[in-house]
């Protein structure tokens, strides 16, 4: 069965600090790999995803992630957090093209002012 | 922008009853899912369909059933309501294709008491 490990369940950082949000995976073939925000009585919103090429994606908000294959991670970072970044962060894996997405349990980010 | 919108915010129902959550997709998206979210055990999916009137289990069917009678409507029935399915539900939906992300509604807090 596939699986999704994040390894924080809560992440607090100080306004203008760096942040990084850790996502492992446990597949042998190849995956789509999403991460996605969910703000307080809000459903999710797509931050970014890998699917070919670049290891580095690019996601909104200023978010990015990187693909690393030979440790099979997934890591979400952010150079200087906001306030309104304070959410809770969802990695998700897709494998081999299948529909169905399987999920993380979730970071819940708390930026302090 | 695509929209997924799900009939209730919060819904309170009692024991036994039976409970219909309804959600609506309005860009023609062959794929629709639903999970359940609660806290420390991330998104967990429940079914998903594939085409109208095609549905398939996902990893916690049990006392859940669901409907796809048109392509933008996909119902989740909680036959007979427990309390042990109070719980955040959401919704989703995706075109077929590998590289597509699964759009999610704002989701339905159920409280059964």
């Known amino acids: 069965a596939q699986s999704v490990t994040q390894l924080d369940s809560q992440v607090p950082v100080f306004e203008e600090a760096p942040v990084e949000l850790r996502c492992n995976y446990s597949?042998?073939?190849?995956?789509?790999l999403f991460w996605y925000v969910q703000y307080p009585n809000q459903g999710l919103q797509l931050l970014l995803k890998y699917l070919s090429g670049s290891t580095l994606v690019k996601g909104i908000n200023g978010f990015e992630a990187e693909f690393n294959k030979s440790q099979t991670s997934f890591h979400l970072r952010k150079p200087s957090v906001h306030i309104s970044d304070t959410a809770e962060y969802f990695c998700?894996?897709?494998?081999?093209?299948?529909?169905?997405?399987?999920f993380g349990t979730g970071t819940r980010l708390t930026v302090i002012p | 922008d695509v929209k997924v919108t799900q009939s209730s915010r919060y819904l309170v129902k009692r024991t036994g009853e039976k409970v219909f959550l309804e959600c609506v997709q309005d860009?023609?998206?062959?794929?629709m899912f639903w999970y359940r979210q609660d806290p420390g055990l991330g998104l967990r999916l429940i079914y998903f369909s594939y085409d109208v009137k095609m549905k398939e289990k996902g990893d916690i069917p049990e006392g859940y059933s669901v409907s796809r009678e048109k392509k933008e409507r996909f119902s989740l029935i909680l036959e007979s309501a427990s309390t042990n399915q109070t719980s955040m539900y959401l919704c989703?939906?995706?075109?077929?294709?590998?590289?597509?992300?699964?759009?999610f509604g704002p989701g339905t807090r159920l409280t059964v008491t």
């Open positions: 597949s042998s073939v190849s995956v789509y």
């Open positions: 998700a894996v897709s494998v081999g093209g299948a529909n169905n997405l399987f």
């Open positions: 860009m023609d998206h062959e794929n």
């Open positions: 989703a939906s995706r075109p077929t294709g590998l590289s597509y992300e699964q759009y």
